[in-house]
């Protein structure tokens, strides 16, 4: 019998490891189709449209930086300020009640708080990841949150990772990381952390 997701994922943290940073949207839950949904939704309803694989391709970006590039690749003239007031309201309360956990990363999480310091470093804005992690069953085993806004640069930038580690008071290198998107791993490796793709079973 094969090795389960779970144990694929234990097996590839083994190490000396003070603390596990992990990203939310994606990592934590398979919740990226409905944010990318509430992004066409925000857009279409003026008059943008757009491929949705920029959101996926983007993951891990905050929400305004991510529509500062729709605007660069589509000429359009969104104001990000707005369409992350309208995305987090159509997100909130159509989709986030209604998210599901991704098990395995969710079962590591809770099978290493106490072992190692925990933290979630998040692109997202800090009342939705908060809402987030009370979903899941988290939001007492999570020691330290950094969001959108909690450092002047996020991902890709090492910035979000380095406030964690910083307010965990953890070495950058005794830190792991895990992420679902390319730009979340860009930002660990610009902060000399180790990292685990997720969805990729890949290590760093």
């Known amino acids: 019998m094969g090795q389960s997701n779970f144990e694929k994922?234990?097996?590839?943290?083994?190490?000396?490891?003070?603390?596990?940073?992990?990203?939310?949207?994606?990592?934590?839950t398979d919740n990226m189709p409905m944010h990318t949904k509430s992004y066409v939704?925000?857009?279409?309803?003026?008059?943008?449209?757009?491929?949705p694989g920029i959101i996926d391709e983007l993951a891990g970006w905050p929400i305004?930086?991510?529509?500062?590039e729709i605007n660069r690749?589509?000429?359009?003239?969104?104001v990000p300020e707005d369409?992350?007031?309208?995305?987090a309201q159509i997100y909130n309360t159509r989709y986030l009640d209604h998210i599901k956990p991704i098990d395995y990363v969710v079962a590591h999480l809770k099978a290493n708080a106490g072992r190692v310091r925990i933290g979630v470093v998040s692109g997202g804005d800090k009342v939705t990841i908060s809402r987030t992690l009370e979903i899941l069953g988290l939001s007492d085993l999570v020691e330290v949150l950094v969001c959108s806004?909690?450092?002047?640069?996020?991902?890709?930038?090492?910035?979000?990772?380095?406030?964690a580690a910083e307010l965990l008071d953890v070495a950058p290198d005794k830190c792991l990381v895990f992420?679902?998107?390319v730009p979340g791993v860009e930002?660990?490796?610009?902060?000399?952390?180790?990292?685990?793709?997720?969805d990729q079973f890949k290590f760093g």
């Open 9 to 28: 994922l234990s097996n590839l943290t083994q190490g000396d490891y003070q603390a596990f940073l992990y990203d939310c949207d994606g990592t934590l």
């Open 41 to 51: 939704e925000v857009a279409a309803e003026q008059g943008v449209v757009f491929d």
């Open 64 to 68: 305004m930086q991510v529509v500062e």
């Open 73 to 78: 690749r589509y000429q359009s003239s969104l």
């Open 83 to 87: 369409f992350k007031a309208r995305k």
């Open 149 to 163: 806004g909690d450092t002047e640069r996020g991902k890709p930038y090492p910035d979000p990772f380095l406030k």
């Open 179 to 181: 992420e679902d998107g």
């Open 187 to 198: 930002a660990a490796k610009a902060a000399g952390m180790h990292w685990v793709r997720i």
